[in-house]
């Protein structure tokens, strides 16, 4: 009898089985002479788990998809910022519309197309109030002291994002400046 082989040439060392036994692949069945742990090596490679491995995708897959979440909030509240910026140049052209839609009347009746500047900016200012009440946001504005011939409006919208609330709220604005002219079919002669 030899140190690898016995009878029928079983060919253990140490309580494995060598790959150059005569009974095919390892074997871990618990026979005579035979152990329960795998060989060297055995837990690797492609279909082999090791008990440490166990839950690891399902960490990943939390994990990426609290991102994905992130992100998606982000573009939520991105978007909502872009609206609010576009609420406001809106306010700020009617606002200024409105501002110089208020003529002068004796200036108009000797033929002079002229914003009235003692009230241009009350009626500006109350259309911006009248679409923060409407709307449900903060909108406030300032006009500047108009001219007989332009007056320009700047609105502040206050937003305050959806999904990233810690990041408190924030202020977007817009300009507008408009012109009184005295119709379409003559250039804005009178």
């Not at 140190?3 to 618990?30: D, E, F, N, Q």
């Not at 700020?92 to 914003?115: F, K, P, Y």
């Not at 259309?127 to 007056?151: D, H």
Request: one cysteine or more.
């Amino acid at each position: 009898m030899s140190a690898l082989g016995g009878k029928g040439g079983s060919g253990t060392v140490s309580g494995r089985r060598s790959a150059a036994g005569a009974g095919g692949g390892p074997s871990l069945g618990g026979g005579a002479g035979f152990s329960r742990t795998p060989a060297a090596g055995a837990g690797i490679g492609p279909g082999s788990r090791t008990g440490g491995d166990r839950g690891s995708v399902t960490v990943l897959v939390v994990f990426f998809a609290i991102i994905a979440l992130a992100l998606a909030g982000l573009l939520v509240d991105i978007g909502h910022a872009l609206n609010a910026r576009e609420r406001a140049a809106d306010i700020a052209e009617q606002a200024a519309r409105a501002g110089a839609n208020d003529i002068d009347v004796a200036a108009l009746r000797s033929g002079i197309v002229a914003i009235d500047t003692t009230t241009a900016c009350a009626d500006a200012l109350n259309l911006v109030a009248a679409y923060g009440a409407r709307g449900g946001f903060a909108a406030t504005g300032n006009c500047a002291p108009p001219s007989p011939q332009q007056i320009t409006v700047t609105v502040y919208v206050t937003t305050r994002p959806l999904i990233a609330a810690a990041l408190g709220s924030f202020t977007v604005h817009a300009t507008a400046t408009a012109e009184p002219v005295c119709g379409i079919t003559r250039g804005g002669q009178c």
